[in-house]
């Protein structure tokens, strides 16, 4: 005997049968529950056994009486993982440690910094002999 079809209950017979959410379907009648729209096996999301197109599928929206175990460990877990976290905790860890600023290495860096800086040059300008400013003559 053939089983009846979950939309229309008319009985489908094997060459427009689809087998899909544990039921039986015309090929016609697997559409969805919202649109109607038709639906293939590769279009289709299944909930409470019947189908949803894509954008129709309806989703789960946790309240506060769904703070279940796996719920909770769920949230801890993104907590953990979360870059805010991370860096405070980077941070804390920095403050533990203090740097060690007199190998070798550090020192050829500030010997190059003092000479690539402007510094020596931002000092007040030798005085000329005569005890007179330099003027300064722009010609155009």
């Given at each position: 005997?053939?089983?009846?079809?979950?939309?229309?209950?008319?009985?489908?017979?094997?060459?427009?049968?689809?087998?899909?959410?544990?039921?039986?379907?015309?090929?016609?009648?697997?559409?969805?529950?919202?649109?109607?729209?038709?639906?293939?096996?590769?279009?289709?999301?299944?909930?409470?056994?019947?189908?949803?197109?894509?954008?129709?599928?309806?989703?789960?929206?946790?309240?506060?009486?769904?703070?279940?175990?796996?719920?909770k460990r769920c949230?801890?877990?993104?907590?953990?993982?979360?870059?805010?976290?991370?860096?405070?905790?980077?941070?804390?860890?920095?403050?533990?440690?203090?740097?060690?600023?007199?190998?070798?290495?550090?020192?050829?860096?500030?010997?190059?910094?003092?000479q690539y800086s402007?510094?020596?040059?931002?000092?007040?300008?030798?005085?000329?002999?005569?005890?007179?400013?330099?003027?300064?003559?722009?010609?155009?």
């Open positions: 005997m053939n089983p009846k079809c979950a939309r229309c209950d008319k009985t489908v017979y094997p060459v427009e049968k689809m087998n899909c959410l544990d039921k039986s379907w015309h090929k016609g009648c697997f559409n969805c529950e919202v649109c109607k729209i038709k639906l293939t096996m590769k279009t289709y999301k299944g909930y409470d056994k019947k189908p949803y197109c894509n954008a129709h599928y309806p989703t789960t929206k946790f309240t506060a009486v769904a703070d279940t175990p796996e719920n949230q801890q877990q993104q907590k953990r993982q979360s870059n805010l976290e991370y860096q405070a905790n980077y941070r804390e860890s920095l403050k533990k440690f203090t740097p060690v600023s007199d190998d070798p290495e550090t020192r050829r860096v500030q010997q190059n910094q003092k402007q510094a020596s040059y931002a000092q007040a300008p030798p005085q000329p002999v005569s005890g007179k400013p330099y003027e300064t003559v722009l010609h155009f």
